[in-house]
Structures are given as structure tokens and as C-alpha cells.
């Protein structure tokens, strides 16, 4: 997604695609890989905004109190079997999003969302999707290879629940390079993989 | 069980009962807190780890250095913009690249917009509840309220009706069950002082102000570009500017522009009506606190300042914010403080795991080293694969142990207004003059966390007439026809030394913060940072000097140890935030578990 006019601004939009988790923490980026590839891959109306929400945690809460509509992807652990996919909807997402403590953006976004209610803006329509998580602990680390399978499966998932709220996502006819996508500066997933050092490298 | 008495004066007993709070709740990362109580539940001895490790250095390794903001901006939730600026800060300093005027206006919004927000949410979303009772709340007479908002501000969102609204919503929010964002509070705790009345009211700004914060960080969108994870860019900001511009595609224009000057206004009358009324009234409540939790505060304090008035002038003379330390307590001298200079800010590992060839001496950050070596003392008590207790006089921390010349440092913004108050900066000195008239309290009160909570309030209110001061700047330098916003002379590598070590330092909002980079052959071979919270958490050194956290617990009396609210206190008081000091693994992927209730 390109910068577009309205970008970080509140108007604008009534739809929020949102990917929680910290890149930098393996299979924890999978929320924000998703949205970079369903931004790589398909163009939207202006309506709609994708958005890379990191382990930004209370300071969302504006997006989510202006979004009618949210889909959010993100790495749970559920303790089912890694790369299980998992659709919660409604009232359901805070509880799924806080049953079993993962990494420190999860209660924050469980408490986004309890101060947007809190403030009397909570989205209409509210969908989690969201993978078990096989590694989470790899430092500098990227999605492990059974979870990154798992991602064209959850945008299957996510352009269908966002069809049936009447959103229809346009392929592109050629996808968006990394560099020109939602997460740039050579933190975009091809960059970021190729960049890493060795255990050797780093000395260790 | 011994008593020992540290250098930096403080007698430890490690006898009596061991407290142990992990994780310390409300803030970012993980904090374990030990400390040893007496009979009379006086803390006689106190123990901060950090319980998770992350090496910058293991993803920024052969990196573009041009890239490191976007990196060091992803380990944390919190300070994302002040790593970057940080990092830029370093990659110049290395290549001898300078910045234009423009940019070095525009960062410096970047910068005390953050330092706004910061503080804004730190108050009323981190730190409010250690003081407001949310469920007293719920009894407070609407009518009374109303009163009382008005006894102390002109703001307008205090009528009666408006209390009673927002009591109703408040009622329903707890009794649906969700306490959300309230849960993990100690309500109903003795030393909750605030009449229901000030805490309905509190709870109404602490919603008005996560209204409001969504307002600041637009400032961070238009000139970054985006929000969260604004752009930024070595050698300027990646904005170009045309006032006379249409649309808001492309450049930033004149009505981008005033948008930003209607946010900091709006800024300017949220935090004079509303934060710092708030911050004396709830203080008017809590004076004692002006004699506990001062720890280092009266004895060694430091700040590398920052918010440069001349582009590329980081002297003291062009920095706004203080630079300076003052350490034994001497107010008469401030001391340089040189980030090059190998033996003045060293970090030392002996009670930390990590391990270095020689663990009695500390190392410059520019030759750093960070291997983990999880080992616990033999004192240490451990059930299965959970730790009760640490072992302080053996390794206990994640986070290593930075000194200042060998001295224990406490930084934030507290240390900044003492070092501004000693200089006799008036900017500095009269606002905490007046704190400590309102409040009728000594100067002495200044060193505590009472005075560590309202320093990031006065912070906050310079922060936002400072924001104005250089808004206005910036359009005066457009309108004179400055339009630069970028130097690029030096982008391309190929224009770069072979072999180059750069620092770079800001004053995030929670205090002193460095980057030290090392760049050979167009990559970056070696980064290292000290964070404020490093600083302020740190674990004890080879000479047995406790830290900040550690002292400011100290002869702290706990009502209930089972609910040791006063420590809640005390330590949410230094903003602490660990996401970006600290990690949960060892870099050969062994498990590293730290984990007790």
C-alpha cells in the first residue's frame, strides 16, 4: 500500500484489516505478514484500510474505535496442533485473543479493545483469524516454514469473510514488489529472511 | 543472612521476608522485582531483573545501515520513534553526514510529539491507577464532581451531567465483568487516598485522554509519512514540502501543515487544563510521597539532553533539553558527559547473564560484547523449572549493568529537571518552583517518586510550548523559502569510509538513551544500545553499587506485602520499559525460564 492521502489520519475508512505481533519474534509476525502479502496481492476500496498495527497494542485503539468492520489476523496459542487455523468472530475475539498469554501485545490488544467498548465505539463486526503458532521464540527470526504455508489458506479465509461483508478485494495483475508494500525499509518478508545472519556470523 | 553496606550508601539486609512481584503489570517487557521486608514491612533490600533477552545486535548485524531505524523502531511498542531518531543519529555521526534545517526542526516535533504522548498515556493509562481507585469511583456524587473540575480547571467537559453519563457507562463497563484495562488493580487498597469524587474525575480524563492521544500521533503520520511506524530517513526527513500544494497527495502543504498547528494548540490546552491540574490535585492527595522512593534521584543523576535549537549542534549550548550529571549528591557541579570517551559510560555484566573475558571491568558499548550465560547463584531457590527466589550476589538479570565514570546513574525526566533546576534554567527552575509552592512541600520533596511523577508533567506541558516554538519556526523557514528537507550527498555507499564508528543519543521520553555503531565495508558490523530502562533497572556492579530501581525501594514501607501497591508505585514512577532491554532465549536456543507468581 502506497502512502495514501488519508494515511494515519482517521477518515476515511470503515473497514480495518489489521495485523497484530512483532516481525522481529518468528511465527509472532504472522498477523502482520498477512496483511502485507493481502496488500502485495490485491488492491482494495479506499473504504478499506490495511494495516501493519506491529505490537503498537493501546495506541490502535483510535483505528479501532473508527472501524466498523475489523478483521484481524494474528499468531495465537491456542495449544492445538502449530499451524491450525482458527476463525473467531464477535464477542468471542477478546476472550480467544487472551486465553493463554503469548507476548506482550496480546493483553494490550485485548484491552484495545475493551477501552474502545469502554468508549462506546466498538466495531459492529469483529473477526480473528488466527494460526497456532510453532516457534516463538526465535530472535530475529522469520514465520517457520509450516506457518508460512498456513498464510495463503488464512487470506483465503480473511477475503472471504471480508466478502461476505460485501468487500470485494481486486487482484492485482502484477503484485506490489516487498519494497513497495505495507512493511518497507528491508523489513519486508524477502529482505528480512535474506538479510539474517548466521549463528557464525554473529559470533555465536 | 548478612547486612552489607553498598558504595553508593545504602545498607542491604537480605533477611527478613522475600517479596517477589513478577511481572510487574502495566508496563512494556518484563520486570521481575525481589525485595526483603522486616518485621515492620520496610524494604531492606531490593532486587530488579529483567527477565528477557534480546541482543540488537544479533538482527543488525551486516545490515544496511540505512535501514537500522526501521528495525530498532520494531523492538518495542512504546518508544518506537525515539529508537529510530537514535539510530539516524548514529549512522550521521559515523558517515559525517549533516542534516538540513528543516529537518532537524521537523525532527524535533517528532520528537516532543512523543514525548507528549509519552507522557500523556504514562500518566493517565500506566501510572494513574496506582493512584485512583477505579471502583471508589463508581460512589462518587456526580453534582460534587462536576464542583470539583471546576474548583481546579477551566476545561470544559465538567458538568454534572457529563460526571453522572460517564458514572452510568463506568457502572455497566465493571458489572458486564470486563474490567479490561482496569483489571490488575489493587482497588480498595488503604493507601488509595483520592475521594471518590477525584477518581470519577480522573477516570473521565483517563478516557478523555486516550480520546485525545489519537489526535497527537497524527502529527507523527503527516510528517512520517504513516502511523504506527512512521518513516524516517538518514541524512533528513522523508517528507518533501510544497506550501502551495493541492490535494494531499505528495509533498506536505500549507493545509497539512495547519492541521498540524490546530493539533498542537489542541495539545497545548489538553495538557495545561487538563493533565497538569489533574497531576497537582491527585499529588495534593499524596504529599508523603515526596519523602519516598527518591533512590538515586538526590544523589546521581544523568541526562545526555536533546531537541538540538542549531541542526547538527548536539553541544550542550544548542541542546534544550539539560545535559549533564551530578553525581555524590554534589549539586555544585554538573559534569560533562562525553559518549565517545571509553571510560565514562562502561557496561558492566558481573551480576548480569552475560559473560566477558574479564568480568571485573566494564566495557565502552563500542566494544561491547553480549553473550548470554544464564547461571543462577547458589543461593537461589528453584522449584522444578521455576525460581522462587534470585541470588543477588551472584548473576540475577538480563539487563547488564551501565556505569557513568563507575557510578550508578538514575535518568528520565526527573533527572533532566534536577539538572535543569541546578543549572538555573528558567524554564526548568520555575515550573518545580512553583510545583513545590502549590503543594507547599520542600525542595527536598523533588527527590522521590512523587517528584519523579510530576517532573514528566512539567515535562509534558515544556514539551507542548515547545512544540509550538519550533511549529512556528518551521513555517517561518518555509515562508523565507527554505524548502530542504534532505541531504542526500551522501546515500550511496559508495561514497562511504571504509572503517567508521558513530554515536547517537536522544533523551526518550523515560530518560537517556545511546546507539553506538560500528560500520565497515557498508554494513554494520557491531550496534549496541543502552536504554533508559538499562540505566534505571540496572542489577548490581563488581563493586556491589545497587541501581535505580533497587534504591528507590529502599526503607519503602508496604502496608500489605500480598498487595505491595507502594512498590507499583515507586518503580511505574520511572515509566519503566523493557521490551527493548531484554528477551526470553538464549542465542543457542535454549530456554531461558523466569517465571513465578
Known amino acids: 500500500m502506497s502512502i495514501t492521502p488519508d494515511d494515519g ?46 505490537t503498537q497494542g493501546l495506541y490502535l485503539v483510535h483505528y479501532i474505535q473508527q472501524a466498523r468492520n475489523l478483521l484481524v489476523f494474528d499468531a495465537i496459542d491456542w495449544g492445538v ?3 491450525t487455523l482458527k476463525v473467531v468472530r464477535g464477542d468471542e475475539v477478546p476472550a480467544f485473543m487472551g486465553c493463554r498469554k503469548m507476548s506482550l501485545h496480546q493483553t494490550g490488544f485485548q484491552d484495545v479493545l475493551a477501552a474502545a467498548d469502554l468508549m462506546g465505539h ?21 514465520l517457520r516454514p509450516l506457518i508460512r504455508q498456513k498464510m495463503a489458506g488464512a487470506l483465503e479465509l ?15 495483475a502484477v503484485p506490489l514488489a516487498g519494497k513497495d508494500g505495507l512493511v518497507g525499509n528491508d523489513m519486508d518478508i524477502a529482505s528480512y529472511e535474506a538479510g539474517r545472519p548466521t549463528l557464525s556470523q554473529m559470533g555465536l | 543472612m548478612a547486612t552489607i553496606t553498598t558504595p553508593n550508601g545504602y545498607t542491604l539486609d537480605n533477611g527478613g521476608k522475600r517479596v517477589v512481584v513478577d511481572p510487574v503489570t502495566r508496563i512494556e517487557g518484563h520486570l521481575r522485582l525481589e525485595v526483603n521486608v522486616d518485621e515492620q514491612n520496610v524494604i531492606r533490600n531490593a532486587v530488579s531483573t529483567g527477565t528477557m533477552w534480546r541482543g540488537i545486535e544479533l538482527i543488525l548485524k551486516d545490515r544496511d545501515p540505512r535501514d537500522a531505524w526501521a528495525f530498532v523502531q520494531r523492538i518495542c511498542g512504546v518508544c518506537t520513534g525515539t529508537h529510530a531518531l537514535t539510530s539516524l543519529r548514529a549512522v550521521e555521526d559515523a558517515l559525517g553526514i549533516t542534516i538540513p534545517e528543516n529537518a532537524n526542526i521537523i525532527r524535533n516535533i517528532m520528537q516532543l510529539t512523543l514525548y507528549v504522548h509519552d507522557h500523556l498515556v504514562h500518566f493517565y493509562h500506566l501510572h494513574a491507577l496506582d493512584w485512583v481507585d477505579v471502583v471508589s469511583a463508581l460512589s462518587a456524587d456526580p453534582k460534587a464532581t462536576s464542583e470539583l473540575a471546576q474548583s481546579i480547571s ?23 465483568g470486563q474490567l479490561g484495562p482496569f483489571k490488575n488493580g489493587y482497588w480498595g487498597h ?78 497545548l490546552d489538553f495538557v495545561s487544563k487538563v493533565y497538569v491540574p489533574d497531576l497537582m490535585a491527585i499529588a495534593s492527595f499524596y504529599k508523603d510521597w515526596g519523602a519516598i522512593g527518591g533512590g538515586l534521584s538526590s544523589m546521581s543523576v544523568m541526562s545526555y539532553g536533546d531537541i538540538p535549537e542549531f541542526a547538527n549542534d548536539y553541544s550542550e549550548k544548542s541542546l534544550q533539553l539539560p545535559r549533564g550529571a551530578i553525581i555524590n549528591g554534589d549539586l555544585s557541579k554538573i559534569h560533562e558527559v562525553d559518549l565517545r570517551d571509553p571510560g565514562q559510560i562502561q557496561e558492566f ?55 557513568w565514570k563507575g557510578h550508578a546513574m538514575e535518568v528520565g525526566p526527573l533527572a533532566r529537571y534536577i539538572i535543569g533546576y541546578v543549572q538555573g534554567k528558567p524554564e526548568f527552575k520555575e515550573p518545580v518552583d512553583g510545583l513545590l509552592k502549590t503543594l507547599d512541600v520542600p525542595l527536598q520533596a523533588l527527590f522521590s517518586t512523587l517528584g519523579r511523577t510530576a517532573a514528566r508533567g512539567l515535562e509534558c506541558q515544556w514539551a507542548a510550548d515547545k512544540l509550538k516554538y519550533y511549529y512556528d519556526k518551521l513555517i517561518a523557514n ?74 528507590s525501594l529502599m526503607n519503602t514501607k508496604v502496608a500489605d506485602p500480598q498487595i505491595p501497591l507502594e512498590i507499583l508505585r515507586t518503580i511505574h514512577s520511572f515509566d519503566p520499559c523493557l521490551a527493548c532491554s531484554t528477551h526470553v532465549m538464549g542465542p543457542q536456543g535454549q530456554e531461558v525460564e523466569v517465571k513465578i507468581r
Request: charged share 20%; with cysteine; net charge negative.
Open chain 1, 122 to 142: 466498538k466495531p459492529q463486526r469483529m473477526t480473528l483469524i488466527g494460526v497456532q503458532a510453532e516457534e516463538l521464540e526465535d530472535w530475529g527470526g522469520s
Open chain 1, 9 to 54: 489520519l482517521l477518515d476515511g475508512f470503515d473497514t480495518l484489516v489489521l495485523g497484530i505481533g512483532n516481525l522481529l519474534w518468528a511465527d509472532e509476525g504472522f498477523g502482520v505478514r498477512c496483511v502485507e502479502e493481502l496488500d502485495r496481492t490485491h488492491q482494495f476500496p479506499s473504504h478499506v484500510r490495511l494495516m501493519d498495527g506491529g
Open chain 2, 154 to 176: 477551566s476545561w470544559p467537559m465538567s458538568s454534572p451531567g457529563y460526571f453522572s453519563d460517564l458514572k452510568a457507562r463506568l457502572k455497566k463497563f465493571v458489572e458486564s
Open chain 2, 349 to 403: 555484566v558481573s551480576h548480569s547473564w552475560y559473560t566477558y573475558p574479564d568480568e571485573s571491568k566494564g566495557l565502552h558499548p563500542w566494544d561491547g560484547i553480549t553473550e548470554a550465560n544464564f547461571v543462577l547463584g547458589p543461593n537461589a531457590k528453584t522449584q522444578g523449572r521455576n525460581i522462587e527466589s534470585l541470588d543477588e550476589a551472584a548473576k540475577y538479570s538480563f539487563l547488564k549493568a551501565p556505569r
Open chain 1, 81 to 83: 496442533p502449530p499451524g
Open chain 2, 190 to 267: 488503604s493507601a488509595y487516598k483520592l475521594p471518590p469524587e477525584a477518581n470519577l474525575m480522573a477516570v473521565a480524563h483517563y478516557l478523555e485522554a486516550l480520546d485525545f492521544q489519537k489526535d497527537i500521533v497524527k502529527i507523527h503520520a503527516i510528517f512520517g509519512g504513516k502511523n504506527p511506524h512512521p518513516n524516517w530517513l538518514v541524512g533528513g526527513v522523508p517528507c518533501a514540502i510544497n506550501l502551495d500544494g493541492v490535494g494531499a497527495v505528495g509533498a506536505i502543504n500549507m493545509e497539512r501543515l495547519n492541521l498540524v498547528g490546530s493539533i498542537i494548540n489542541r495539545t
Open chain 2, 478 to 551: 518555509l515562508k523565507a523559502g527554505d524548502l530542504n528537507t534532505a541531504n542526500t550527498a551522501k546515500w550511496e555507499p559508495s561514497s562511504w569510509p571504509k572503517d567508521v564508528k558513530g554515536v547517537g543519543f536522544t533523551e526518550a521520553p523515560r530518560g537517556a538513551l545511546g546507539h553506538w555503531i560500528h560500520i565497515k565495508d557498508t554494513k554494520i558490523a557491531n550496534y549496541q544500545a543502552i536504554v533508559p530502562t538499562t540505566w534505571n533497572g540496572s542489577p548490581r556492579d563488581p563493586a556491589g553499587n545497587i541501581g535505580a530501581f533497587e534504591a
Open chain 1, 158 to 172: 480473511g477475503l472471504a469473510e471480508l466478502a461476505d461483508w460485501g468487500i470485494t478485494g481486486e487482484r492485482r
